[in-house]
């Protein structure tokens, strides 16, 4: 059953989150749009995970885009983190990170979805939430953008 389920494509994305005193990033798969008025997205995360309980707790939220190219950074937020700072770059996990509008945000993104949490369904190892478009901040204009990060593009496995 396992394997079935790895078969089903999902992209791969990083969760910025920003709190009172921290930031995380993470790495994240079960993403989709499930409303387009308004617009609303729904992410599924761990139950017991960092991002879970900074959302939670009031936590700003934005999904990073990432090009197919960035397949190394996916690996790179699956564990905790602590933000540094090495010759005026901001660094998370050895990654250099940009501030946009109070998120972090790789240098390699293409761009932010700006989400607001509405509401979450609890599950007993997810929590599946969904999380209100509220602006959108482009690194690389939208336009250009290419293929995008997925998980066939990695060997990533997750969940099943």
């Given amino acids: 059953m396992r394997r079935a389920l790895w078969q089903l494509t999902t992209g791969l994305y990083i969760l910025s989150l ?3 005193e921290r930031f995380h990033l993470m790495t994240i798969s079960q993403v989709m749009q499930v409303a387009t008025e308004p ?26 885009i990432l090009p197919k190219e960035a397949k190394a950074l996916a690996v790179r937020f699956a564990k905790p983190h602590a933000v540094t700072e090495k010759e005026g770059a901001l660094l998370l996990n050895g990654v ?29 190892s997810h929590a ?25 593009d990695t060997r990533m496995h997750y969940g099943g």
């Fill in 39 to 64: 617009k609303v997205v729904a992410v599924a995360v761990e139950s017991k995970s960092v991002s879970l309980e900074m959302l939670r707790g009031g936590a700003r939220a934005g999904l990073v």
């Fill in 128 to 152: 599946l939430l969904l999380l209100e478009v509220v602006g959108v901040d482009e690194v690389v204009p939208v336009a250009s953008w290419g293929p995008t990060l997925s998980m066939l």
């Fill in 18 to 20: 920003a709190g009172e």
């Fill in 96 to 124: 250099e990170v940009l501030n946009r509008s109070g998120l972090l945000v790789p240098l390699e993104a293409l761009g932010l979805i700006h989400l607001r949490h509405l509401s979450a369904v609890e599950f007993d």
